[in-house]
RNA sequence: GGCCCCAUCGUCUAGCCUGGUCCAGGACGCUAGGUUUUCAUCCUAGAAACCGGGGUUCGAAUCCCCGUGGGGUCACCA
């Protein structure tokens, strides 16, 4: 890490209008990291200028999942991450929420105006509509700037009438310095009049942006391409105020599957694709909360959005899993945080080699935070490879200590699948967890594969595919090891998986068969299926007395019925 | 459509700035074998790319131009 340099600050500013979006999450990330290789620090600001689409609630929850993925911020909302305390303003430089500043936002704006660098507007939406309509048939590009005759007029007009406040734009090309891309010129013939102040008195996202970033002390912007258009207003925002210009770097988007940027409209895709090859019929399988006319246009209609319960009771419906975009929808999916944030900084992001020459690709927090360089950023944007993720998340599920994923896949469980806490003991944990740990992918998939424990003995469905090939098969071979198994079983004593892995080893060894031909027999038993943890951790889970109902229950479901094949 | 950005294996990318060491390297995925009591792992091997066209140069993935393609953005949303 850099030394500490005071001067430096970056910072992240969402806008808490909905969840922590996963290009959201890389941005906050790179600004963390930037500011850990500068010696600076990392400021969070929230951007609730718009008070219909803000709540408190978004606000909140996105401050949770930047803590969860370790994206601790130095100055911001205070946040009581449990081991930590985030946030707080050692600068006095607070609040930080955008729509407690609206003093400081009015004193600036005053003075643009008295420059005579702003003035009042008042333009109906229906007038600016006809405008932008008229434009649009000219072929010209709609460009607002009716400045008014006379200013001081209007300022008067504007004390007893609704009004909007328009930034009067340059005349000259505003060159925008940036890190990633370079310099990037914008004529000023398609620099608008644009608005910062709306008619409800608060600041648009641009002013209030210029105005904190100045009075926050903020060095370097790192944001996402898609703001490459608003930098130009920004610049002249800076000049007209007299504010110094931050280091900008506008970095490469994430694409979805589709090459178009990742938005939460990937879910609805996702469902919408699903529910027309399936024919899906809403009223003969009705979904809570869904009526058949909004299902009907949302059905037709690209662009429309489910509620978000909406969209998972019909996921539901249709059996199919509704893919991830914001990171609560990943860390419910059992992803790692560290796993989510290093897959994340390799999109656009290349980190220094190794020394044998080749691509760095698994790396930790630490290493960011003293690695990460702007320069090493890309200028393409990069599309979000599911499987290479649950690939990483392989590696680091299957990796862990031990006892560190009992641990973190309990602590997963208790919040997103409370059944494995509450209807296991301590000592089945104890034998299961550590099982299925080198099978699982996620966190979800290791709760899965819990799920034959959960189930009771009468609940258990006999796959046919998995009776049939294990136990029909060659005369009901595989019903008579059953058979023979549960005698065995029944005599055995020590239910330790150890113990219990030597007597199936030394009953198939009896038998001269092979411990396939043991333990596909008993998996179907068991869990009705021929997929289980290893063997001898499923009926230990299990305990004697339900793997042995287990069995013989399976003998009398599964038993050959006289006159069929 | 205007403006802006981008362009190496299917995907993420290295190399490009400072032309030759690149018949282009790594990773995910894919294919084929192998290990394994199931699934999942794991091991080995393989197929797989410099968008097109012009220049500049002894020499271009690397520099320049044009074309094409993709993306972003055009709100009293941020």
Not at 463 to 476: E, G, I, R, S
Request: aromatic share 8%.
């Amino acid at each position: 890490m850099a030394v500490p340099d005071a001067s430096i600050v970056t910072r992240f500013a969402p806008s808490p209008t909905g969840n922590l979006h996963i290009g959201g999450a890389r941005t906050a990330l790179f600004c963390w990291a930037l500011a850990g290789t500068l010696g600076g620090r990392f400021l969070l600001r929230i951007e609730d200028t718009d008070a219909a689409r803000s709540s408190e609630d978004s606000a909140r929850a996105i401050l949770e999942d930047l803590a969860w993925l370790g994206i601790d911020w130095d100055e911001g909302p205070s946040f009581d991450a449990g081991d930590r305390t985030l946030g707080g303003d050692p600068r006095a430089v607070g609040p930080f929420h955008q729509s407690h500043r609206r003093d400081l936002y009015h004193q600036h704006l005053e003075a643009l105006i008295a420059a005579g660098r702003a003035y009042p507007a008042f333009d109906t939406p229906a007038e600016l509509g006809a405008m932008r309509t008229q434009a649009e048939a000219e072929k010209r590009t709609f460009i607002y700037r009716n400045r008014p005759a006379d200013p001081a007029a209007a300022v008067e007009r504007a004390k007893a009438e609704p009004h909007v406040v328009r930034f009067v734009a340059p005349d000259d090309a505003v060159v925008v310095v940036d890190e990633v891309l370079g310099e990037v010129r914008f004529e000023p013939a398609q620099l608008d009049d644009f608005v910062i102040r709306k008619a409800d008195g608060m600041p648009t996202y641009h002013f209030a942006c210029v105005v904190d970033d100045e009075a926050m002390g903020v060095t370097h912007v790192v944001r996402g391409q898609e703001h490459l258009m608003n930098a130009p207003r920004h610049v002249a925002l800076q000049r007209a105020l007299g504010f110094r210009t931050p280091t900008y770097a506008h970095v490469p988007l994430i694409f979805n599957d589709q090459g178009a940027k990742m938005s939460k409209r990937e879910r609805d895709g996702a469902a919408r694709q699903a529910a027309k090859q399936s024919g899906f019929d809403l009223g003969a399988t009705p979904v809570a909360g869904l009526d058949a006319e909004v299902f009907a246009r949302w059905l037709k209609d690209k662009k429309r959005q489910l509620e978000p319960d909406q969209l998972e009771a019909l996921a539901t419906a249709l059996g199919i899993e509704l893919p991830e975009v914001s990171v609560g929808e990943f860390r419910a999916g059992g992803y790692l945080p560290e796993t989510i944030n290093n897959f994340i900084a390799l999109l656009g992001f290349t980190p220094s080699k190794l020394d044998d020459g080749s691509d760095r690709e698994r790396f930790d927090m630490a290493f960011l935070v003293s690695d990460f360089d702007l320069a090493r950023i890309g200028k393409s944007n990069a599309r979000f490879d599911r499987k290479k993720l649950l690939s990483f998340n392989t590696d680091d599920v299957t990796g862990m200590e031990p006892s560190v994923f009992r641990e973190r896949f309990e602590g997963w469980c208790a919040r997103f699948m409370p059944e494995i806490m509450d209807r296991l003991t301590d000592a089945q944990r104890a034998v299961l967890v550590p099982a299925v740990q080198p099978q699982s992918k996620t966190f979800r998939d290791a709760a899965d594969r819990c799920g034959f424990a959960l189930i009771a003995s009468g609940e258990i469905e006999h796959d046919p595919k998995a009776v049939k090939k294990w136990l029909a098969k060659n005369d009901n071979a595989g019903l008579g090891v059953l058979g023979e198994l549960k005698g065995t079983l029944g005599a055995h004593t020590d239910w330790s998986a150890g113990a219990l892995h030597d007597a199936v080893e030394r009953f198939a060894g009896d038998r001269e068969i092979g411990l396939g031909q043991v333990a596909q027999p008993l998996r179907v038993a068991l869990t009705g299926t021929a997929v289980s943890p290893p063997i001898a951790e499923t009926l230990a889970t299990l305990g004697k007395d339900e793997a042995l109902v287990r069995i013989g229950l399976c003998l009398v479901v599964c038993k050959p019925r006289v006159g069929s094949a």
